[in-house]
Protein backbone atom coordinates (compact mmCIF):
# COMPACT_ATOMS: atom_id res chain seq x y z
CA UNK A 1 0.00 0.00 0.00
CA UNK A 2 1.24 3.11 -1.22
CA UNK A 3 1.65 6.21 1.99
CA UNK A 4 -1.30 8.84 0.80
CA UNK A 5 -0.15 11.44 -1.10
CA UNK A 6 -0.81 15.40 0.75
CA UNK A 7 -0.99 17.59 -2.72
CA UNK A 8 -4.42 19.64 -2.64
CA UNK A 9 -5.40 18.29 0.69
CA UNK A 10 -6.45 20.42 3.55
CA UNK A 11 -4.26 21.25 6.60
CA UNK A 12 -4.58 18.65 9.63
CA UNK A 13 -5.54 21.53 11.60
CA UNK A 14 -8.17 21.12 13.18
CA UNK A 15 -8.48 17.25 13.17
CA UNK A 16 -8.37 17.05 16.61
CA UNK A 17 -7.32 19.67 19.08
CA UNK A 18 -6.34 17.45 22.23
CA UNK A 19 -4.06 15.59 20.16
CA UNK A 20 -1.95 18.72 18.76
CA UNK A 21 0.19 19.20 21.96
CA UNK A 22 1.05 14.99 21.83
CA UNK A 23 4.03 16.97 18.89
CA UNK A 24 5.46 19.38 21.82
CA UNK A 25 8.62 19.73 20.30
CA UNK A 26 8.00 19.42 16.85
CA UNK A 27 7.48 22.21 14.30
CA UNK A 28 6.82 21.60 10.13
CA UNK A 29 9.08 18.51 9.41
CA UNK A 30 8.95 16.97 5.54
CA UNK A 31 5.98 14.79 4.66
CA UNK A 32 5.69 11.37 2.70
CA UNK A 33 4.48 11.87 -0.27
CA UNK A 34 3.33 9.15 -2.81
CA UNK A 35 5.04 6.10 -2.16
CA UNK A 36 8.66 6.81 -1.27
CA UNK A 37 9.96 8.55 2.14
CA UNK A 38 13.26 9.28 3.17
CA UNK A 39 15.82 8.74 6.36
CA UNK A 40 18.75 9.99 7.41
CA UNK A 41 21.42 6.76 6.54
CA UNK A 42 24.94 6.97 8.42
CA UNK A 43 27.46 4.34 7.87
CA UNK A 44 30.23 4.52 10.62
CA UNK A 45 32.35 2.48 7.96
CA UNK A 46 32.87 5.40 5.83
CA UNK A 47 32.92 7.88 8.35
CA UNK A 48 30.14 10.38 6.73
CA UNK A 49 27.06 10.31 5.98
CA UNK A 50 24.95 8.81 2.91
CA UNK A 51 22.85 10.50 0.44
CA UNK A 52 19.22 9.83 1.91
CA UNK A 53 17.54 6.55 1.43
CA UNK A 54 14.63 6.46 -0.54
CA UNK A 55 12.37 3.64 1.71
CA UNK A 56 9.39 2.25 -0.42
CA UNK A 57 6.30 1.81 2.05
CA UNK A 58 5.87 -2.00 0.87
CA UNK A 59 6.87 -3.72 3.90
CA UNK A 60 10.54 -5.89 4.37
CA UNK A 61 9.82 -8.78 6.64
CA UNK A 62 11.55 -11.14 7.15
CA UNK A 63 10.01 -14.98 7.21
CA UNK A 64 9.63 -17.18 10.41
CA UNK A 65 10.32 -20.88 9.95
CA UNK A 66 9.51 -24.05 12.61
CA UNK A 67 12.69 -25.83 13.59
CA UNK A 68 13.10 -29.11 15.47
CA UNK A 69 11.63 -30.63 18.68
CA UNK A 70 8.82 -27.79 18.54
CA UNK A 71 11.84 -24.89 18.34
CA UNK A 72 11.40 -21.75 16.11
CA UNK A 73 14.08 -20.16 14.74
CA UNK A 74 14.86 -17.17 12.26
CA UNK A 75 15.84 -18.00 8.71
CA UNK A 76 18.71 -16.72 7.00
CA UNK A 77 16.48 -15.00 4.51
CA UNK A 78 14.04 -12.36 4.20
CA UNK A 79 10.79 -12.24 1.75
CA UNK A 80 9.15 -8.83 0.47
CA UNK A 81 5.64 -8.86 0.99
CA UNK A 82 3.37 -5.89 -0.50
CA UNK A 83 0.67 -5.63 2.08
CA UNK A 84 -2.49 -7.77 1.49
CA UNK A 85 -6.61 -6.40 2.53
CA UNK A 86 -6.88 -10.49 3.05
CA UNK A 87 -4.33 -12.72 4.08
CA UNK A 88 -4.46 -16.62 4.04
CA UNK A 89 -4.76 -17.74 7.40
CA UNK A 90 -4.44 -14.68 9.14
CA UNK A 91 -6.83 -12.46 7.24
CA UNK A 92 -7.81 -8.81 8.16
CA UNK A 93 -7.57 -9.38 12.22
CA UNK A 94 -3.38 -9.72 11.32
CA UNK A 95 -3.58 -7.17 9.32
CA UNK A 96 -4.64 -5.00 11.69
CA UNK A 97 -2.70 -5.71 14.24
CA UNK A 98 1.03 -6.60 12.59
CA UNK A 99 1.11 -4.56 9.55
CA UNK A 100 -1.24 -6.66 7.40
CA UNK A 101 0.91 -10.10 7.47
CA UNK A 102 -0.56 -13.31 6.30
CA UNK A 103 -0.12 -17.00 6.79
CA UNK A 104 1.86 -16.97 3.55
CA UNK A 105 4.68 -14.58 4.97
CA UNK A 106 3.84 -16.64 8.16
CA UNK A 107 5.46 -20.06 6.15
CA UNK A 108 8.24 -18.26 4.59
CA UNK A 109 7.29 -19.39 1.48
CA UNK A 110 6.59 -15.47 -0.63
CA UNK A 111 9.20 -15.50 -3.46
CA UNK A 112 10.90 -12.72 -3.77
CA UNK A 113 13.96 -11.72 -1.96
CA UNK A 114 14.17 -8.90 0.67
CA UNK A 115 17.11 -6.44 0.32
CA UNK A 116 16.84 -5.82 4.47
CA UNK A 117 20.71 -6.53 5.06
CA UNK A 118 21.41 -9.68 7.23
CA UNK A 119 21.94 -8.79 11.21
CA UNK A 120 25.66 -9.68 10.82
CA UNK A 121 27.90 -10.42 13.58
CA UNK A 122 30.18 -7.69 12.91
CA UNK A 123 27.94 -4.76 12.76
CA UNK A 124 25.27 -3.60 15.19
CA UNK A 125 22.64 -1.53 13.88
CA UNK A 126 20.94 1.28 15.94
CA UNK A 127 17.55 2.68 14.48
CA UNK A 128 16.98 6.29 16.47
CA UNK A 129 13.58 7.41 16.03
CA UNK A 130 12.99 11.37 16.04
CA UNK A 131 10.57 13.93 14.74
CA UNK A 132 12.23 16.22 12.77
CA UNK A 133 11.92 19.24 14.63
CA UNK A 134 14.87 21.18 13.92
CA UNK A 135 15.87 21.65 17.53
CA UNK A 136 16.17 19.27 20.69
CA UNK A 137 15.44 15.93 19.15
CA UNK A 138 17.45 16.03 16.02
CA UNK A 139 20.33 17.57 17.98
CA UNK A 140 20.11 14.76 20.41
CA UNK A 141 20.19 12.01 17.91
CA UNK A 142 22.86 13.65 16.26
CA UNK A 143 24.94 13.74 19.61
CA UNK A 144 23.91 10.04 20.10
CA UNK A 145 25.62 9.28 16.41
CA UNK A 146 28.48 11.13 17.22
CA UNK A 147 29.26 9.52 20.44
CA UNK A 148 29.18 6.08 18.63
CA UNK A 149 31.59 7.19 16.28
CA UNK A 150 33.51 8.64 18.98
CA UNK A 151 33.88 5.36 20.89
CA UNK A 152 33.29 2.81 18.35
CA UNK A 153 34.35 3.59 14.72
CA UNK A 154 32.68 1.64 12.03
CA UNK A 155 31.52 -1.39 14.42
CA UNK A 156 27.89 0.45 14.55
CA UNK A 157 25.37 0.91 11.45
CA UNK A 158 23.67 3.66 13.21
CA UNK A 159 20.24 5.42 10.94
CA UNK A 160 18.04 8.44 11.96
CA UNK A 161 14.76 8.35 10.97
CA UNK A 162 12.01 10.77 11.46
CA UNK A 163 9.45 8.45 11.40
CA UNK A 164 6.70 10.45 12.77
CA UNK A 165 6.73 13.64 9.56
CA UNK A 166 7.88 10.87 7.10
CA UNK A 167 6.03 7.38 7.79
CA UNK A 168 3.09 8.10 9.12
CA UNK A 169 0.01 8.57 6.98
CA UNK A 170 -1.90 11.88 5.86
CA UNK A 171 -3.24 13.41 7.99
CA UNK A 172 -1.30 12.55 11.16
CA UNK A 173 1.87 13.40 9.08
CA UNK A 174 0.60 17.19 8.91
CA UNK A 175 0.30 17.73 12.26
CA UNK A 176 4.08 19.06 13.45
CA UNK A 177 3.00 21.89 11.40
CA UNK A 178 0.74 23.06 13.87
CA UNK A 179 3.21 23.64 16.43
CA UNK A 180 4.32 26.73 15.92
CA UNK A 181 0.81 28.48 15.70
CA UNK A 182 -0.23 26.61 19.12
CA UNK A 183 3.23 28.16 21.29
CA UNK A 184 2.20 31.53 20.07
CA UNK A 185 -1.32 30.91 21.19
CA UNK A 186 -0.70 29.67 24.90
CA UNK A 187 -4.25 29.04 26.15
CA UNK A 188 -4.96 26.62 22.87
CA UNK A 189 -1.00 25.03 23.59
CA UNK A 190 -1.63 24.53 27.48
CA UNK A 191 -5.38 22.78 27.06
CA UNK A 192 -4.53 20.44 24.60
CA UNK A 193 -1.20 19.46 26.70
CA UNK A 194 -2.71 18.83 30.35
CA UNK A 195 -5.74 17.24 28.88
CA UNK A 196 -3.51 14.84 27.06
CA UNK A 197 -1.60 14.21 30.20
CA UNK A 198 -3.59 11.64 31.54
CA UNK A 199 -3.52 7.48 29.94
CA UNK A 200 -7.11 7.70 29.36
CA UNK A 201 -6.99 10.38 27.22
CA UNK A 202 -3.37 10.57 25.32
CA UNK A 203 -3.56 6.24 25.44
CA UNK A 204 -6.46 5.92 22.66
CA UNK A 205 -5.13 8.41 20.42
CA UNK A 206 -1.83 6.80 20.22
CA UNK A 207 -3.19 3.45 19.68
CA UNK A 208 -5.03 4.43 17.07
CA UNK A 209 -2.03 6.30 15.81
CA UNK A 210 -0.54 2.88 15.91
CA UNK A 211 -3.43 0.80 14.05
CA UNK A 212 -3.18 3.64 11.33
CA UNK A 213 0.92 3.93 10.53
CA UNK A 214 1.49 -0.04 11.48
CA UNK A 215 2.30 -0.22 7.62
CA UNK A 216 4.30 2.39 7.54
CA UNK A 217 6.22 1.84 10.42
CA UNK A 218 6.53 -2.35 10.07
CA UNK A 219 8.39 -1.04 6.88
CA UNK A 220 11.03 0.81 8.58
CA UNK A 221 11.52 -1.85 10.86
CA UNK A 222 12.07 -4.30 8.12
CA UNK A 223 13.63 -1.87 5.96
CA UNK A 224 16.21 -1.15 8.54
CA UNK A 225 16.39 -4.37 10.47
CA UNK A 226 18.00 -3.12 14.03
CA UNK A 227 19.37 -4.71 16.61
CA UNK A 228 18.23 -1.92 18.70
CA UNK A 229 15.50 1.07 18.53
CA UNK A 230 16.15 4.65 20.50
CA UNK A 231 13.47 6.60 20.90
CA UNK A 232 14.42 10.74 21.24
CA UNK A 233 10.53 11.76 21.07
CA UNK A 234 7.60 11.69 23.32
CA UNK A 235 5.58 10.54 20.75
CA UNK A 236 7.35 7.39 19.78
CA UNK A 237 7.25 5.07 22.96
CA UNK A 238 3.59 3.70 22.66
CA UNK A 239 3.28 3.41 18.72
CA UNK A 240 6.53 1.73 17.78
CA UNK A 241 6.01 -0.39 20.75
CA UNK A 242 2.73 -1.54 20.07
CA UNK A 243 3.32 -2.44 16.57
CA UNK A 244 6.56 -4.13 17.43
CA UNK A 245 5.23 -6.39 20.31
CA UNK A 246 2.35 -7.62 17.83
CA UNK A 247 4.72 -8.37 15.67
CA UNK A 248 6.94 -10.19 17.75
CA UNK A 249 3.81 -11.76 19.31
CA UNK A 250 2.65 -13.05 15.79
CA UNK A 251 5.65 -14.49 14.76
CA UNK A 252 6.97 -12.24 12.05
CA UNK A 253 9.66 -9.88 14.03
CA UNK A 254 12.47 -11.50 15.88
CA UNK A 255 12.72 -9.67 19.20
CA UNK A 256 14.39 -6.24 19.52
CA UNK A 257 15.35 -3.85 22.53
CA UNK A 258 13.46 -0.65 22.68
CA UNK A 259 15.54 2.41 24.67
CA UNK A 260 13.72 5.75 25.26
CA UNK A 261 16.50 9.06 26.30
CA UNK A 262 14.05 11.45 27.46
CA UNK A 263 15.42 14.86 26.11
CA UNK A 264 13.65 17.03 28.48
CA UNK A 265 15.11 18.26 31.65
CA UNK A 266 12.01 18.31 34.21
CA UNK A 267 8.67 18.55 32.73
CA UNK A 268 8.23 15.95 30.92
CA UNK A 269 5.14 15.15 29.44
CA UNK A 270 3.78 11.50 30.37
CA UNK A 271 4.18 9.96 26.99
CA UNK A 272 7.70 9.84 27.06
CA UNK A 273 7.46 7.36 29.65
CA UNK A 274 6.67 3.34 28.55
CA UNK A 275 6.43 0.42 31.12
CA UNK A 276 8.06 -1.56 28.47
CA UNK A 277 10.67 -0.10 27.58
CA UNK A 278 14.36 -1.71 28.13
CA UNK A 279 16.06 1.08 29.48
CA UNK A 280 15.06 5.00 29.46
CA UNK A 281 17.83 7.83 30.09
CA UNK A 282 16.61 10.67 31.55
CA UNK A 283 18.96 13.94 32.57
CA UNK A 284 18.09 14.59 36.01
CA UNK A 285 16.32 13.25 39.41
CA UNK A 286 13.09 15.40 39.00
CA UNK A 287 12.37 13.04 35.81
CA UNK A 288 13.72 10.14 36.72
CA UNK A 289 10.98 10.12 39.73
CA UNK A 290 8.32 10.97 37.12
CA UNK A 291 9.54 7.84 35.12
CA UNK A 292 9.15 5.89 38.14
CA UNK A 293 5.47 7.31 39.06
CA UNK A 294 4.54 6.50 35.64
CA UNK A 295 5.71 2.51 36.27
CA UNK A 296 8.74 2.29 34.67
CA UNK A 297 10.49 0.22 37.08
CA UNK A 298 13.51 1.85 38.76
CA UNK A 299 16.34 -0.89 37.37
CA UNK A 300 15.39 0.66 33.51
CA UNK A 301 15.79 4.33 34.52
CA UNK A 302 19.36 5.77 34.65
CA UNK A 303 20.09 9.62 35.39
CA UNK A 304 22.78 10.55 33.01
CA UNK A 305 22.24 13.84 31.62
CA UNK A 306 21.19 15.22 28.77
CA UNK A 307 22.85 13.73 25.34
CA UNK A 308 24.91 17.02 24.40
CA UNK A 309 26.94 17.26 21.21
CA UNK A 310 30.80 15.15 22.48
CA UNK A 311 32.21 18.69 21.12
CA UNK A 312 31.39 20.36 24.53
CA UNK A 313 33.26 17.08 26.47
CA UNK A 314 36.29 18.46 24.69
CA UNK A 315 39.85 20.13 26.42
CA UNK A 316 39.22 23.80 25.13
CA UNK A 317 42.23 26.52 25.65
CA UNK A 318 41.96 29.00 28.90
CA UNK A 319 39.92 31.61 28.55
CA UNK A 320 42.20 33.70 27.64
CA UNK A 321 43.32 32.34 24.98
CA UNK A 322 39.71 32.11 23.41
CA UNK A 323 39.07 35.52 23.90
CA UNK A 324 42.48 35.99 21.74
CA UNK A 325 41.04 33.44 19.03
CA UNK A 326 37.69 35.04 18.87
CA UNK A 327 38.75 38.66 18.98
CA UNK A 328 36.95 39.72 22.27
CA UNK A 329 37.80 41.89 24.86
CA UNK A 330 40.43 40.45 27.20
CA UNK A 331 39.49 41.84 30.15
CA UNK A 332 35.96 42.79 30.44
CA UNK A 333 32.79 40.44 31.34
CA UNK A 334 30.90 38.99 28.41
CA UNK A 335 27.62 38.96 28.02
CA UNK A 336 26.75 35.88 25.64
CA UNK A 337 22.98 36.24 23.98
CA UNK A 338 21.37 33.67 22.36
CA UNK A 339 18.37 33.42 19.70
CA UNK A 340 18.35 29.83 19.01
CA UNK A 341 18.63 28.71 15.26
CA UNK A 342 16.07 31.41 13.81
CA UNK A 343 17.63 34.33 15.93
CA UNK A 344 14.38 34.71 17.87
CA UNK A 345 13.49 36.44 21.41
CA UNK A 346 14.09 39.94 22.29
CA UNK A 347 17.60 40.25 21.54
CA UNK A 348 17.85 43.66 19.73
CA UNK A 349 15.68 45.11 22.91
CA UNK A 350 17.74 43.69 25.27
CA UNK A 351 21.14 44.74 23.48
CA UNK A 352 19.69 48.21 23.31
CA UNK A 353 18.78 47.82 27.40
CA UNK A 354 22.82 46.50 27.86
CA UNK A 355 23.33 50.00 26.09
CA UNK A 356 21.73 51.79 28.06
CA UNK A 357 21.91 50.52 31.35
CA UNK A 358 25.59 48.77 31.37
CA UNK A 359 27.30 50.19 28.74
CA UNK A 360 31.60 49.77 28.09
CA UNK A 361 31.20 48.03 31.85
CA UNK A 362 30.79 44.65 29.81
CA UNK A 363 31.20 43.49 26.05
CA UNK A 364 28.61 41.92 24.30
CA UNK A 365 28.38 38.34 22.31
CA UNK A 366 25.08 38.50 19.89
CA UNK A 367 24.59 35.57 18.36
CA UNK A 368 21.95 35.31 15.78
CA UNK A 369 21.55 32.28 13.57
CA UNK A 370 19.90 32.46 10.23
CA UNK A 371 18.41 35.80 11.21
CA UNK A 372 19.69 38.40 8.25
CA UNK A 373 17.74 41.13 9.14
CA UNK A 374 18.60 40.85 12.50
CA UNK A 375 22.32 41.02 12.05
CA UNK A 376 21.47 43.65 9.98
CA UNK A 377 20.11 46.10 12.31
CA UNK A 378 22.80 45.38 15.40
CA UNK A 379 25.27 46.18 13.38
CA UNK A 380 23.84 49.57 12.11
CA UNK A 381 23.52 50.30 15.73
CA UNK A 382 25.66 52.85 17.65
CA UNK A 383 27.23 51.65 20.16
CA UNK A 384 28.96 53.56 23.18
CA UNK A 385 32.53 54.41 23.05
CA UNK A 386 34.35 51.28 24.79
CA UNK A 387 31.53 48.88 24.30
CA UNK A 388 32.74 45.98 22.05
CA UNK A 389 29.87 44.32 20.55
CA UNK A 390 30.24 40.96 18.62
CA UNK A 391 27.32 40.35 16.16
CA UNK A 392 27.25 36.49 15.30
CA UNK A 393 25.09 34.56 12.62
CA UNK A 394 25.30 30.97 12.95
CA UNK A 395 27.95 29.39 14.38
CA UNK A 396 29.53 26.12 14.56
CA UNK A 397 32.26 26.69 17.45
CA UNK A 398 29.52 27.19 20.37
CA UNK A 399 31.56 25.60 23.06
CA UNK A 400 34.46 27.70 22.20
CA UNK A 401 32.18 30.83 22.64
CA UNK A 402 30.09 30.17 25.60
CA UNK A 403 33.63 29.38 27.44
CA UNK A 404 34.61 32.81 26.15
CA UNK A 405 32.23 34.19 27.88
CA UNK A 406 31.05 34.39 31.82
CA UNK A 407 27.23 34.74 31.66
CA UNK A 408 24.14 33.63 29.27
CA UNK A 409 21.07 35.05 28.10
CA UNK A 410 18.77 32.51 26.48
CA UNK A 411 15.21 31.36 26.78
CA UNK A 412 14.60 27.79 29.02
CA UNK A 413 15.76 25.42 26.27
CA UNK A 414 17.03 21.51 28.07
CA UNK A 415 19.86 21.67 25.34
CA UNK A 416 21.12 25.36 26.14
CA UNK A 417 20.72 25.35 29.43
CA UNK A 418 22.29 21.73 29.93
CA UNK A 419 25.45 23.47 27.32
CA UNK A 420 26.03 26.12 30.00
CA UNK A 421 26.66 24.59 32.61
CA UNK A 422 29.46 22.33 31.21
CA UNK A 423 30.95 25.57 30.14
CA UNK A 424 30.36 27.36 33.46
CA UNK A 425 28.10 30.01 32.52
CA UNK A 426 25.44 31.27 34.87
CA UNK A 427 22.28 31.82 33.08
CA UNK A 428 19.45 34.38 32.61
CA UNK A 429 16.60 33.20 31.43
CA UNK A 430 13.81 35.35 29.39
CA UNK A 431 11.50 33.19 28.22
CA UNK A 432 10.39 29.19 27.66
CA UNK A 433 7.76 27.32 25.40
CA UNK A 434 4.95 27.02 27.66
CA UNK A 435 4.44 23.54 29.44
CA UNK A 436 7.17 21.69 28.63
CA UNK A 437 9.96 24.37 29.09
CA UNK A 438 8.60 26.38 32.44
CA UNK A 439 10.07 23.59 35.10
CA UNK A 440 13.45 24.37 33.58
CA UNK A 441 13.29 27.43 35.55
CA UNK A 442 12.53 26.50 38.73
CA UNK A 443 15.20 24.29 38.03
CA UNK A 444 17.59 26.59 37.96
CA UNK A 445 16.31 28.74 40.76
CA UNK A 446 16.39 25.92 42.99
CA UNK A 447 19.93 25.24 41.68
CA UNK A 448 21.53 28.92 41.82
CA UNK A 449 22.60 29.05 39.34
CA UNK A 450 20.87 31.64 37.19
CA UNK A 451 17.95 33.70 36.85
CA UNK A 452 14.85 34.52 35.35
CA UNK A 453 12.96 37.65 33.83
CA UNK A 454 11.48 38.41 30.56
CA UNK A 455 11.27 42.20 30.36
CA UNK A 456 14.67 43.53 28.55
CA UNK A 457 15.10 46.90 31.09
CA UNK A 458 15.14 44.86 33.94
CA UNK A 459 17.57 42.40 32.22
CA UNK A 460 19.87 44.69 32.15
CA UNK A 461 19.67 45.48 35.76
CA UNK A 462 20.24 41.66 36.85
CA UNK A 463 23.38 42.51 34.27
CA UNK A 464 24.37 45.44 35.84
CA UNK A 465 24.81 43.66 39.35
CA UNK A 466 26.37 40.58 38.30
CA UNK A 467 28.99 42.72 36.63
CA UNK A 468 29.75 45.51 39.36
CA UNK A 469 28.41 44.89 42.73
CA UNK A 470 27.27 41.11 42.31
CA UNK A 471 30.74 39.90 41.08
CA UNK A 472 30.83 37.99 43.98
CA UNK A 473 27.79 36.13 43.07
CA UNK A 474 28.41 35.72 39.72
CA UNK A 475 31.13 33.42 40.40
CA UNK A 476 29.58 31.39 42.74
CA UNK A 477 27.04 30.29 40.31
CA UNK A 478 29.58 29.61 38.11
CA UNK A 479 31.09 27.12 39.94
CA UNK A 480 27.41 25.80 40.97
CA UNK A 481 26.96 25.50 37.09
CA UNK A 482 30.41 24.07 36.63
CA UNK A 483 29.81 20.91 39.04
CA UNK A 484 26.21 20.58 37.56
CA UNK A 485 27.60 19.85 33.99
CA UNK A 486 27.57 16.84 32.99
CA UNK A 487 29.89 16.54 29.60
CA UNK A 488 30.13 12.87 29.46
CA UNK A 489 26.94 12.11 29.14
CA UNK A 490 26.18 11.31 26.08
CA UNK A 491 29.21 8.89 26.14
CA UNK A 492 27.41 6.99 29.13
CA UNK A 493 24.34 6.55 27.23
CA UNK A 494 26.00 5.13 24.27
CA UNK A 495 28.08 2.34 26.17
CA UNK A 496 24.88 1.45 27.82
CA UNK A 497 22.92 1.50 24.11
CA UNK A 498 26.02 -0.44 23.18
CA UNK A 499 25.53 -2.99 25.68
CA UNK A 500 21.93 -3.42 24.61
CA UNK A 501 22.91 -4.75 21.46
CA UNK A 502 25.17 -7.35 22.61
Keep these: MEAPGTSGRPPAGFMTLTSWP ?3 HSTAGSTSRGSLAQATHVDFSSQQSSAPIRLPTRAWRPSFQSGGSGSNKWSNKSHLHRPFALGVGAGTGGSMLYGSAGAAQLGGFWPFKSKAKSNGKA ?8 SDTGGGHRASAEAIRSGFQILYGNQYHLDIVDIWSQHTPWPMNQIPKTYSFLVKNGFLWRFGYYTQQPRFMHVPFLKMTAITARRHIAAVFDHYNPDLIVSVHPLLQLVPLTILQNRIKAGIQRPIKFATVVTDLTTCHNTWFHKDVDRCFVATEEAKQRALTMGIAQHKVTVHGLPIRPSFSQKLPSKHSLR ?12 LLVGGGEGMGAIEKIVQALIEQVGPACQVVAICGRNKGLIKRLEAKPYPAGMQVTIKGFVDNMPEWMTACDMIITKAGPGTIAESFICGLPVLLNGFVPCQEEGNVPFVLKHQVGAYEDKPAKIAQIIHGWVH ?3 GELAAMSARAKEMGQPQAVFRIVEDLATMCA
Design 22 to 24: LLY
Design 123 to 130: KKRVLVLM
Design 324 to 335: QQLGMDLQKPAV
Design 469 to 471: EKR
